[in-house]
C-alpha cells in the first residue's frame, strides 16, 4: 500500500507565495507520473499541473508564469511553488499518483486527502 500526504498550504494575501508538498510513502516499487488538481467551492476539480518520470511539465493555462512543479526522486516528493497568488487560486488543492507498489502488481492511481490554500486580504 501507498500514501500520498499533502502540506504546505495556509492563508495568504494575494502577491503572496506558498510552496505545496506530497510526499509518496508506503511500499513503493515506482512512481510513473504525478499531478496537482484543485477544487474551488462550487466548482469541478481542475487539472493544475502534472509531470512525468523524465521531468517534462505542463501547467494550466490560469497557473502558467507563476506555479512552477519540480520533484524529488529520492524523496518520492513533489513540490507546487505558487507565486503571485490570487484570490481566484483559493481552492483545495490535491496531489494525485500513477504508482506501482511492487513489480508484480499494476500501477494505480492514488489520491491525498487535500490541503487548503486561501488567499485573501
Known amino acids: 500500500q501507498a500514501q500520498l500526504v499533502e502540506s504546505g498550504g495556509g492563508l495568504v494575501q494575494p502577491g503572496g507565495s506558498l510552496r505545496l508538498s506530497c510526499a509518496a510513502s508506503g511500499t513503493i516499487f515506482s512512481v510513473n507520473a504525478m499531478a496537482w488538481y484543485r477544487q474551488a467551492t462550487g466548482k469541478q476539480r481542475e487539472l493544475v499541473a502534472n509531470i512525468t518520470r523524465d521531468g517534462n511539465t505542463n501547467y494550466a493555462n490560469s497557473v502558467q508564469g507563476r506555479f512552477t512543479f519540480s520533484k524529488d526522486d529520492a524523496k518520492n516528493t513533489v513540490y507546487l511553488q505558487m507565486n503571485r497568488l490570487q484570490p481566484e487560486d483559493t481552492a483545495v488543492y490535491y496531489c494525485?499518483?500513477?504508482?506501482?507498489?511492487?513489480?508484480?502488481?499494476?500501477?494505480?492511481?492514488?489520491w491525498g486527502k487535500g490541503t487548503l490554500v486561501t488567499v485573501s486580504s
Open positions: 494525485n499518483a500513477e504508482i506501482q507498489a511492487t513489480m508484480w502488481d499494476s500501477a494505480m492511481e492514488y
